[in-house]
């Protein structure tokens, strides 16, 4: 049975918040369920999320939920075990919608990078309601 694999010792960072206003767009609220709040980035080529967890995890299904207008025509998906370099696990191509997308896959990571290219803002922001990754973790 797969659930939400990040917990509060899942180490998270971003790679900008606008502003820097961390308060109102920042990266807590990648998790937060909550459909007011939103990481927004700041202006960019590319943006991206990285997400170190606690032990292995076996990732089965990323599921985002843009804000149209600000999203990716194209994401990458890397991960790694231990002191490992991240590579490449799959590409995806998201649509510039409100809808929750969803992409499955299936790989052991203990650190994971979603990295959103090809924006579909002329400045290069993202904004992301919901970010949720879920799999089964190692027993």
Known sequence: MTHSLVCPATVSRVSSVLNRNTRQFGKK???????????????????????????????????????????????????????????????????????LQISCFSCWVDRLKVTFEDTTDFFGRVVIYHLRVLGKKKV
């Open 29 to 99: 609220h990648l998790f937060d369920q909550d459909e007011e709040t939103c990481w927004n980035s700041d202006q960019g080529p590319s943006q991206w999320v990285t997400l170190e967890f606690p032990q292995c995890v076996c990732v089965s299904q990323l599921q985002i939920q843009f804000q149209g207008g600000f999203s990716s025509r194209q994401g990458r998906l890397e991960g790694s075990l231990g002191s490992e370099a991240l590579s490449k696990i799959v590409d995806f191509y998201p649509e510039d919608n409100n809808s």
